[in-house]
């Protein structure tokens, strides 16, 4: 029998919202509520195996309800713009999964779910209606169970007309009149005052329905009785708003819901476009699709390869001089431990493919000359990954001056999947075989015969050769060739040397910390066992809940997938009421430094050197800033004195030496005042305040020694805020204040920084024209979403607008003091090295003969890497270890 699933998509993606992390994606778009609403979706067609489906949205705030009651759903607040902008993300994911999805103007999305299930039904279906109201209990019926959300979104609790007997000893239809007599705040349905669930059962098992309530009033008593005279219109009233309308007139069939699987083609993309990775690997799919920007896929690519050999190896070497693209295959994710499959080499005439066996013997010590010497410009795509691996083979490598995974990164830093494969595609070139094809997928990885694996590579090699010159066209037109040539080029070998050299791990101090926080960690447990009166698991978020909320009987903040949430964010609001909450906080802070920063370093020591070798990612974020892995150095936690400590770990690699560091003081806000030329803000810099009191001062109204802790943290969160987009309930959450408040707040500071208000108005009006908007330098960012007719879409596209010129243009300016930083010590001939990039801040080694030198150098290069109307400042400090320069 065929089976249909409707999905209530409102109550679902808020569920969901509101029960997972906040989660973005490197385009910067808040995917939590689409990740949660997608795992549940999978489960459930993989758990039922639906036909049919289709998911039903609200269209609009106006139904046909308010023209009986203006006030129906008057209590709500306004949806966070995080979870707004998802809306559109959702509808365009399950277009590509191929769910169908309906709304129709002056109903609800219940209305629409009411209708189809009755029509469905009567078409001999069977039907789940799946949603996170007890409203639905209304329509379920012989062949229409109910499907109620558990824990957030992930668990489905599957009820028919038994299980609603069984849970409120009414029948469906009856839920309705539960809701008359009691209400739903959550609608604004005002209900009988005073009557709630119990009652309101009560009555009902008594009487059947409120009408029969209303017909039999005279045998209530007392109090009872006048609340129910005073307010039978609003029961009679709250009954009709709760009764979902089935006769709706639809223009959709069932046939046009039917769910065949889901299509490959378009499903892959669909999540790869928002970065549910594991998602494509549950489901066994790819990112790319047989259509990309409206090019039909090409045919494959054939090229003719060489395969070089001891025999034919001096004819390939005679060649090499006319070499235009060089391709390194590696395996492996992380580059300083990645395996090296195989090289091509690649002019217009010939593609050479050299086994990298043959690299090891006396015959390829040309090719070893050509790789390494400068004067032959080497081109290809990762040639970031392709220099390290080489490096840890013990090969040098020079002469970078054209990478295409990097030109196409500045090109559209926006679109995440920029593989050769989709940058074929983006171009009309012919198509490659996919990777997994050749290779395999996760465990079945296997290297081919060497037939097909030099042709693969070849035609990887004969893509790029064809990609570059089109690149080069797109960098002259959008006026990116000294952005591309200049800065970001030139940072690739930078970034490659840096993370050559590594950084020194004192090994037993990070061992000795460790047990320091294995000890404090077994305090804890006991203080919070002592004070919980009895063991239980403290990582287990349901053990935990019943220990805070049965046991200890504290506030419900709110509820998940574990019945009670103990998130950090409930717990912060926890902690004035119990010593324990506190003790929680301390002990989970202590394990994840335990595990991720001790435990984690001491796997990412390389046995070789002992030290860590991070990799930087300079083709990830949008706004230009690089991304750390294998280990990730720039999330070390230094808010706390716990996670401090990890940086005294980190010392020189020479004895007698220092580490040196300097960081960026308030960058972003000083590009903010030099972009939107604020007189306030300017003024504060040029006068060297404290920017956070200046702008209490101005928004409170107060004079400096008025400034209190909590006026400065509010305007510190503001001003940092107003950079990143932040809306009013994104306020309200981090200063634990209502949204109100944090609007009001918002208006005052616009009301004060005129300045500021002015450039977020003028840049969203230039990226309408546009479709862009640019960094000081001119990297681009596209926001092709700023035109959209939906409301959503286009509010997330002018914060993005707003905000990326001012970290775009940041993350540029600590790129060019790197550039620049790296020539003073070449022109100087200077010992000391540079070792990490976080954030705003560069970390050196420095022999003791330059200390003084580089204590001068370094914030001096770094204050002229760009001119500003304000000055660019960077403070500096060093010591024996990382720790002592912070």
Do not use: C
């Amino acid at each position: 029998m065929d089976k249909l699933i409707l999905i209530d998509g409102n109550s679902i993606i808020y569920r969901a919202f509101f029960a997972m992390p906040p989660l973005t994606n490197t385009k910067g778009w808040h995917t939590n509520a689409v990740y949660g609403f997608t795992n549940m979706l999978l489960r459930i067609i993989e758990d039922h195996k639906p036909t049919h489906m289709m998911v039903a949205f609200d269209a609009g705030k106006i139904t046909f309800r308010h023209e009986s009651y203006k006030e129906y759903k008057g209590g709500r607040n306004k949806t966070p713009h995080e979870l707004s902008e998802q809306f559109p993300l959702l509808k365009e994911l399950l277009q590509g999964l191929g769910i169908a999805q309906y709304e129709l103007s002056g109903y609800e999305a219940d209305d629409i779910i009411g209708t189809i299930s009755k029509e469905a039904e009567q078409a001999g279906q069977e039907v789940l209606v799946i949603s996170g109201d007890k409203d639905m209990f209304q329509l379920a019926s012989e062949h229409v169970e109910i499907g109620l959300t558990r824990k957030g979104v992930t668990e489905i609790e599957i009820y028919n007309p038994e299980q609603i007997h069984e849970r409120y000893g009414l029948k469906p239809h009856q839920i309705t009149d539960l809701k008359g007599l009691m209400g739903d705040t959550s609608d604004n349905i005002p209900g009988v005052p005073g009557v709630g669930e119990k009652t309101a059962l009560k009555l009902l098992h008594q009487f059947g329905s409120v009408e029969d309530v209303l017909a039999n009033i005279h045998e209530l008593k007392g109090k009872m009785k006048e609340k129910i005279e005073t307010h039978a219109d609003d029961a009679v009233l709250s009954k009709k708003l709760a009764t979902i309308y089935r006769e709706v007139v639809l223009d959709k069939t069932l046939d046009e819901m039917v769910f065949n699987g889901f299509n490959p083609d378009t499903s892959g993309p669909a999540l790869a476009k928002l970065e549910f990775k594991s998602m494509l690997e549950r489901l066994s799919l790819s990112g790319e699709a047989g259509l990309e920007d409206g090019i039909a896929k090409q045919p494959t690519l054939n090229v003719e390869v060489t395969v070089i050999n001891e025999d034919n190896i001096k004819e390939f070497i005679s060649r090499l001089p006319q070499v235009k693209v060089l391709h390194v295959e590696t395996y492996g994710e992380n580059p300083h431990r990645a395996e090296i499959i195989g090289v091509v080499f690649s002019s217009e005439e010939h593609h050479d493919y050299v086994p990298f066996d043959l690299f090891k013997t006396d015959h390829a010590a040309p090719i070893l000359n050509w790789l390494q010497d400068p004067a032959y410009p080497k081109r290809g795509y990762d040639l970031h990954r392709m220099d390290l691996a080489l490096h840890w083979h013990e090969i040098p490598f020079a002469g970078v001056t054209f990478d295409v995974q990097l030109a196409a990164y500045l090109l559209d830093p926006t679109e995440s999947n920029q593989t050769i494969s989709a940058l074929a595609a983006k171009y009309g070139l012919s198509s490659l075989v996919v990777e997994e094809d050749i290779f395999g997928k996760g465990a079945k990885y296997k290297v081919p015969e060497i037939e097909v694996l030099s042709n693969h590579l070849a035609r990887k090699s004969a893509t790029v050769l064809s990609i570059i010159p089109k690149q080069e066209e797109e960098l002259e037109k959008n006026e990116m060739k000294s952005l591309f040539h200049d800065l970001e080029m030139p940072l690739s070998r930078i970034l490659a040397d840096m993370e050559k050299q590594g950084i020194e791990v004192y090994t037993k101090d990070l061992q000795e910390l460790g047990k320091e926080f294995e000890s404090q960690i077994h305090q804890l447990e006991e203080d919070i066992y002592r004070i919980a009166d009895g063991k239980f698991n403290i990582n287990s978020p349901k053990q935990l809940g019943e220990i805070l909320f049965v046991k200890l009987g504290l506030p419900v903040v709110k509820k998940t997938k574990t019945g009670f949430s103990t998130d950090a964010e409930v717990l912060e609001k926890l902690a004035p009421y119990h010593e324990i909450v506190q003790h929680i906080l301390q002990y989970r802070t202590l394990a994840k430094l335990q595990s991720t920063y001790v435990e984690g370093l001491l796997k990412e020591i390389s046995p070789k050197t002992g030290k860590v070798h991070t990799y930087y990612r300079q083709t990830i974020a949008a706004t230009g800033r690089l991304s750390s892995q294998f280990p990730n150095l720039q999330n070390i936690p230094i808010r706390l004195e716990e996670g401090r400590k990890i940086r005294k770990v980190f010392v020189p690699s020479e004895s007698g030496w220092s580490i040196l560091a300097a960081d960026y003081s308030q960058i972003e806000l000083r590009v903010l005042a030099h972009i939107s030329n604020d007189e306030r803000l300017i003024e504060a810099f040029l006068q060297d305040m404290d920017i956070h009191t200046k702008t209490a001062m101005d928004v409170f109204g107060v004079k400096p020694e008025e400034v209190d802790s909590n006026m400065r943290r509010s305007a510190k969160a503001v001003n940092f805020g107003i950079v990143y987009g932040i809306s009013d309930y994104g306020l309200s959450q981090n200063l634990n204040i209502t949204r109100k408040e944090a609007s009001q707040f918002i208006e005052q500071y616009f009301a004060i920084f005129q300045g500021v208000k002015q450039y977020m108005s003028d840049i969203v009006k230039e990226a309408k024209e546009n479709g862009y908007v640019t960094t000081l330098l001119g990297r681009r960012r596209y926001l092709p979403e700023i035109n959209a007719s939906n409301f959503n879409l286009r509010s997330f596209a002018e914060r993005m607008a707003m905000n990326t010129p001012i970290q775009g243009t940041a993350a540029d300016i600590i790129k060019l003091a790197m550039v620049h930083m790296d020539k003073a010590l070449s022109d100087k001939q200077l010992k000391s090295r540079m070792l990490l990039q976080v954030h705003d801040e560069l970390v050196f080694e420095v022999p003791e003969d330059e200390l003084e030198l580089m204590k001068v150098l370094v914030p001096e290069i770094m204050s002229k890497a760009l001119q500003l109307v304000v000055p660019l400042n960077a403070e500096v400090s060093f010591g024996s270890n990382w720790y002592e320069a912070k």
